[in-house]
């Protein structure tokens, strides 16, 4: 979601956020992906949340395919 939110984002500074020596003096960070680039998150670290909630919702899936099996089988031993 950083990566909506800062993607071509401006950023600006207050006058207690410049570093340097006046009159010399810069906002250190101007745009979101600095930011982005700062906090080391590139764009291939963006997949890895997608892909790892994919592959939970894959699992649970599974998973509960296989119980479910497995109680149909049990009810269906026990009926005859």
Sequence with gaps: MLRNEYTGLQLYCTADQLVGIPP??????????QELAKLGLTYDTMWQPALILLAFG???????LVMLQYQTNR??????
């Design 58 to 64: 894959l699992f649970y899936r599974l998973t509960g």
């Design 24 to 33: 010399n003096q810069v906002c250190p960070v101007t745009t979101g992906e």
């Design 75 to 80: 009810v269906l031993s026990r009926a005859t």
